[in-house]
């Protein structure tokens, strides 16, 4: 069975760095065409893509955010670890991680719940 | 980076409706796009992939439908646990964009 699972702190201050985890469960980080997004949706708007990283360890970064990114893995604890640097209040959002199916057009087939984060002072 | 844009932004439609949504991307994606649907509070989940295909027990009433820039999300029969929201999807290239979402309510 396929489970991600989102972890991290719900509140953080403004300047300072978020750092989220992803721990998988049910796929290994390093089966062929496997991958893992971060996406995040801010209160009543749209998802928004921010990273992701592939079984090659390939990463890509959102085009907005990509100063401020850094994604990484850690294949034997089943982990995907995002952070944002110099956070502010339009940072505020509920991140995703999802799994990139290997199959065709490698849709999002399984996502975590979501985790909160609120950034505030 | 490639834009989705998605008409409509919402739509209120009865029980048993027939709904058709479009998404358009700025260029050609080929058959690199998938819809979500999402409901309040929860994570987004596959409907489509790769334009047309359905996932693993999705109902037969969602289809899609399109290639290039141009794609459909089509529900015949709209039942109550599809008022949800919408999203396609591109994942042509990075970066990995999504369009703004397609709300669905009840008339």
């Known amino acids: 069975q396929v489970t991600l699972k989102e972890s991290g702190p719900v509140v953080v201050k403004p300047t300072e760095t978020l750092t989220l985890t992803c721990t998988v469960s049910g796929f290994s980080l390093n089966s062929p065409r496997v991958g893992v997004s971060w996406i995040r949706q801010p209160p009543g708007k749209a998802l928004e893509w921010l990273a992701h990283?592939?079984?090659?360890?390939?990463?890509s970064y959102s085009t907005s955010l990509r100063n401020r990114l850094t994604i990484s893995k850690d294949t034997s604890k089943r982990q995907v670890v995002l952070t944002l640097t110099d956070v502010d209040p339009v940072d505020t959002a509920t991140y995703f991680c999802a799994r990139y199916s290997p199959g065709l057009a490698s849709p999002f087939d399984y996502w975590g719940q979501g985790a909160l984060v609120t950034v505030s002072s | 980076d490639i834009q989705m844009t998605q008409s409509p932004s919402s739509l209120s439609a009865s029980v048993g409706d027939r709904v058709t949504i479009t998404c358009r991307a700025s260029?050609?994606?080929?058959?690199?796009l998938n819809w979500y649907q999402q409901k309040p509070g929860k994570a987004p989940k596959l409907l489509i992939y790769a334009a047309q295909y359905l996932h693993s027990g999705v109902p037969s009433r969602f289809s899609g439908s399109g290639s290039g820039t141009d794609f459909t999300l089509t529900i015949t029969g709209l039942q109550p646990e599809d008022f949800a929201t919408y999203y396609c999807q591109q994942t042509f290239s990075t970066p990995r964009t999504f369009g703004q979402g397609t709300k669905v309510d009840i008339k």
């Open positions: 990283i592939l079984s090659t360890d390939e990463k």
């Open positions: 260029l050609s994606v080929s058959g690199f």
